[in-house]
């Protein structure tokens, strides 16, 4: 329910027997299970208690686990989700988790970043297949900006907390994405499962539309 | 182009004699020229001088006006715009006329703001017929996510400055979108227009999409 | 004395033994000790050392110790507690543990957080059974506007710091009750003992003027 | 309705005429109508036009109107109001007039501010007596803090923009009340009607339990 | 002297009367007199007043005179401005002008905002033929970091304060500049007076190295 | 030298042999040494290497060591210290440590918070025959303004970083002491160095202008 | 009273009249009144109702004005005031007309900017002379720094707001005064009349041990 | 390419692993490895395993690895870096790695705060012969200010995060250099690669325009 979001359970702050127990319920009423920023020594632990089929995506730091009976959702539309450096892995990796759960298709477009531009240029004809788009935005935050002009589909930025200095926190990368001089909308720094599930519900109403 | 999100002149710090005569260009490149941010009296000077169909949106403060042979789009979805309280309305506004000159219909659900729920839930079955929603978020900026809690569609947060004290140049209402506990993606504070094509984008995909 | 307002140690930055001396010295002067912030372990250490009457509340990290003959004192006013979400317990317990300590009838309404009305509605007749009511408002401070559109009793709300990115560090949610639509009173992020006290005061005063 | 709390009129960034129809449409449907941060000559305005009985408050910057048989509320119960010095006595007095409104007796303290505490102390008896206290924070916001200190009675700080430099737009007034080292609870910089407002929920609570 | 920067009279904050005088007495003493952030009309009473050949720079809002034996410095570098829209012109054409009075040749490119790539990468080549370039960092910063990925000369950034909301006066345009993920250094919000003068200052160590 | 402000290391960030070499160096040159923000342990290994008189101050974490011929100043003026709460201590130690060692008397008055008048009224003779006076700033940091307008002397701030939640990093105490309604000038947060080394300047003027 | 620093009537937000009214006041109980951030229209207007010897400083914007018998106090020591530049004046000569009025000897060092170090050092001598030093901080703030290391006496930093861009506000400023690498205190930003006063304090103190 | 400017690894949050399989590929295809913000014991680790001529910097904390046959770049332009105190060692240190990387002569100034003006004005003849220079701005960052205001050379500053309290992440060195009242550029607080390579390539385009 909550619109065909997928629960998820956010990992810091918890234990492991928290998380594991959660997820326990998660499976029992929902068929499913996700948890997000999980180290891979928790995860291990956590999927060896599981009953079902438990995937660790490493670099997005998520864990799903599908139960017995559970059928994945489906739907025809795609979510292209667009990274500029390494650092942007983490957090658009957890958006890449959420979209699929929700049963979209995912293309991933990674290290493109602004500062040598011919590798966005290259990859537009991948950019303009997808029905949205998730575009990280780390360090100044202005490849949504760059790719939002590039592109027909909406586009949702996820700044992306890097770098040091003044700004660093993700400010730069957020004022970046509010005052952008395209269209798009932004959703909070390092909220990959914000946009995940934001571009899900825009994918799911796109491909409800389709005959 | 610009994905087909009409381009608009923004008034301030521009004299009339600069607005009009952008307004002209625009005519005659593109058919349509739209202002925002406009006194209704520069409003009037513009009017009368332009040929065209002009028509100036006094709350949302926006001037369109339609050259001789332009056949404005029509995209069989719907934008529904949610406001809490007067305030809202102006970039609230903004938003429904860009999102009906991109061609979408436009559902307005006026003065629903959270000190007041039952407002908000006799309003449910039209807030659910939209395809996707733009809700304004004043002051204390609850609303998008008491909406986004109810509805299946998109949820697009509008933040508007008002009130007055401590965070009242519309950052307690950035705050509470970003940090929204349900899913929305967000635009600046009072950037109506940003939020209008946004979701107008939304809808001309799904939109595109019915057979 | 201090109004009736029970001392209480602020762990913190103080090592077992220092809070354990000041325990003592609690107890020898007034019969009572309350530690806040506590972890379960420094706890034991301390219960393990005391005379008297000892309680570790786990979920509010907060340790009360009745000495030998002490007489807790009982006001015949309700204060009612309602959180949103699991991040908002443990400040929300330290204001539990406070205005009981006062002498008030506590009464917690849980999990009714805004992205899912019909909990709040669901829990609306104990709601307005309080004669004051604190109100956690996490992440985005929405919950603290809501109830007290809905209640006739006054409302002070209780920020807390919880999710990530920008205005995660309780901002967003202090910004958001500061700049509410309702009429309330707002405490400092995180500051359960100040929302506790405060509502045993207003209590105490409503309890001193019934026959 | 609204918990007793009067509806009030927000004037700034309103005309003379809506404020005055706004006016009129409150003295209809609830037999009075209030308007905050009313310059003195659209206060003349506005009685030339009304029926009723229509009192100016200039100090505090609010116009009252009582319609033919409106008779107002009466509380058994007192609402003080503290200030320390001329800049808090524009938000003191919005506060005084909701608080009146609402029907409690009100109490003013004028210019005890701390930088002369022999002021403050000489008022104790009067502080003592109320059932509930606003307490006007301006420059370095001590003074909610002093009084807190010395009376048995719920404090609500009103902290006031006041002063040049750094903190002035009163975050530093804010501040102060937030990290009191008493105990007391908090509205927004400037935000009388809230004070005033809170403070007669309290005193309504008390007044409603004398028998 | 001063390192070859002119001196330059801040024109805001001062009578006519004043900046009159100041420029008089820079006549006298250097052969010329600079002004900025000038008034067209102001410009035009000082114009009236001094000897010498007076200059208005309307967009730049620069008053330049220069006295009767006065001979302008000629350095051979030449120095690129880049403006992404017509926000960028005050202070990019500030910066023209005291780049061209400290003797460099001055290759302006506008209007090249990245929201629309295809009009930089048209002007690549005039881009590389400048010793050193400053770019106008509007809204959301992004094209001094594209620029500097494509060409060899150093880049610095002039960040300008342009569209409304969160982070509207430069900030985000300056965090932009300072968290750009290529090599550049940048200069204060509007400071087109300081971008020139560095621009200047290596264009002129540039020329005194060629033979 | 330096105004005979004693030279001190500040130690965090240094290896302990960083701090004990530099501790050689000072007693070679100037026959004393000083370190600031010292743990226990490492300065009993500073203690156990160095030849001449160390005392620990371990309160205000400061090392001092006089080397064998070393004759400490004396001046014939007294600096009070003002503290409201426990959390004050170290840095009110250490600006206690440096104007002793500049060679004034130090007179103590500890734990007068503001939320107990009388405590702070109790000392008032005290506080009068002090020549200059610090006074911490904890919390609200409203003592330093309390006790300026009790006494002749100049009083210098020192806002110290306690509590938690909003403004606790010392913000809200300095915010307090920059617009305090009574004279007083500040230092930084938590300068305990610099608030001792002021008052012993001004105490060392006051010593030299005494017959 | 009030330590001997004159009252002084704060101007802005008040009518001439009000101004007039508080002069009288100030005049029959104190023999003396003070009026700070006048306009000199309407410094003007009061001087021509008032009894008594008056004057107006223009560049400080103070009015002063001695009643018939009063007689100005006198005290034996010097308050060096030293300026960057023009934009300093305004506080700096409100500084300069409170420690006069305290009786002090002031003595002015004027236009001695960081940018051109000769200036500072060709004053050197007469800097020295001074029992205490205000130092004005405009722009980055550096010249109280580096004042304060050429000087064995007290230096109180007075930071100006100047200049334009992120910072402008007297932010830089005051930051660079609380973070200097001397000994130094500081006021908050164009609080010349507490620098002034607190320098009077100062001052007093040492001529009051002059013997 | 990159304009000449060495790749660099950011080691902060890599693992060794990853950081010596990302030098390999450096050597592999550009004949050199550069990591920035290493450890002296990872540095030793991935010494061990890399072929070639490697160099670790202990206190810029770099690793510059030069393959085989590689030629470093050498051009005929000097680079001045000046340092206020210790805290400015490591980015200084860092910028000086780079720019001797991209081929510059370096000439290190070193503890020339401007607490101590002679020890800069001693320096002075060193400072002027650099052809671009870069000082470091720790603390209230005055250092860039004072030395751009002695030498005719372009002057980078680079804000160092130093000291405690308000302003102390680099905030106020970064404003100071922003609001400097002599002609700079900026780079980001903590920089050391970005001043570094800025000032390389404006070396390098003077050293190419040397005949
Ligand atoms: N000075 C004030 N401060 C806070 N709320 C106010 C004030 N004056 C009126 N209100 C409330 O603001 C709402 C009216 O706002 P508006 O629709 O903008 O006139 C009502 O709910 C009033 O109760
Ligand atoms: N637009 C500007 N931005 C920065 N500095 C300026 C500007 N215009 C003039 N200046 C410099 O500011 C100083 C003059 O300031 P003022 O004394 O306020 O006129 C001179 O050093 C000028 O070189
Ligand atoms: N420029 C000023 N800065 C700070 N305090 C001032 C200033 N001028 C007057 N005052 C003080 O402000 C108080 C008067 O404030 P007010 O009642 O608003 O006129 C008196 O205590 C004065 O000593
Ligand atoms: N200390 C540093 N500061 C700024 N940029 C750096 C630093 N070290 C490496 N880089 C740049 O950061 C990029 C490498 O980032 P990463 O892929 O995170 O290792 C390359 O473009 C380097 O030029
Ligand atoms: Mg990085
Ligand atoms: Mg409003
Ligand atoms: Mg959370
Ligand atoms: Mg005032
Ligand atoms: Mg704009
Ligand atoms: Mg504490
Ligand atoms: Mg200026
Ligand atoms: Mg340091």
Redesign the interface.
Known sequence: R????PEAVFA??KTVEEVAALVGTALDTTGRAIVTRLGSEDAAVIEAGVEGEATYHERARCLVVHGGGFEPPEISATVGIVT??T?DREPAGEAAVIAREIGASVERVEDV?????TRV?DQLDRLREA??LIVAA?????LP??V???????V?AL?V?S?????????????????????????????GF??G??AG??AR???A???
């Open positions: 909550r619109r065909g979001i810091p702050g500029g450096g650092a970043g602004v500062a040598n531009l240029v029905d949205v780390g360090r100044e935050g202005a900006t760059v939002a002009g590039l592109v027909p589909a909406p949702i700044p907390s770098g040091y200095g003044f700004g660093s926190d993700g400010e730069a990368a957020l004022l970046g994405t509010l005052q952008s001089c395209t269209v798009l909308s932004t959703v909070n720094v390092d909220a914000v946009a599930a934001q519900l825009i109403s796109i491909a539309a389709r005959p």
